[in-house]
């Protein structure tokens, strides 16, 4: 059964740095795109970022370009996302996605994505 499983959220201050993971079973990691994708209370689920099966190439929605950074691990099967100079709006549930047959590209868009984590809660205190 092919389950991504997120970690690593919590409770920081606007400007700190936070680290959140993704580890995947079930499926052959180094062969599927990757992608954070977020919800805030009472808005709709968004895209954040995305990365290729390689590594090699990946994308970030405007809100956050310059401040998220995502990266795997296929050895660990764990995608990551750094997070810094967080503010109030990037309080949301994170959730990572899971898409086969992607190792060179990503994939931005949420409709793709078969393969959903239960997601981690970030919270940013102002």
């Known amino acids: 059964q092919v389950q991504p499983v997120e970690f690593g959220g919590g409770l920081v201050q606007a400007g700190a740095s936070l680290r959140i993971s993704c580890r995947g079973s079930?499926?052959?990691?180094?062969?599927?795109?990757m992608g954070w994708f977020r919800q805030a209370p009472g808005k709709e689920r968004e895209y954040v970022a995305t990365?290729?099966?390689?590594?090699?190439?990946?994308d970030y929605a405007d809100s956050v370009k310059g401040r998220f950074t995502i990266s795997r691990d296929n050895a660990k099967n764990t995608v990551y996302l750094q997070m810094n100079s967080l503010k109030p709006e990037d309080a949301a549930v994170y959730s990572c996605?899971?898409?086969?047959?992607?190792?060179?590209?990503?994939?931005?868009?949420?409709?793709?994505?078969?393969?959903w984590g239960q997601g981690t809660q970030v919270t940013v205190s102002s």
């Open positions: 079930g499926f052959a990691f180094g062969r599927n795109a």
């Open positions: 990365i290729a099966g390689s590594g090699g190439s990946v």
């Open positions: 996605a899971a898409k086969s047959g992607y190792y060179s590209d990503y994939l931005p868009r949420e409709d793709d994505y078969p393969y």
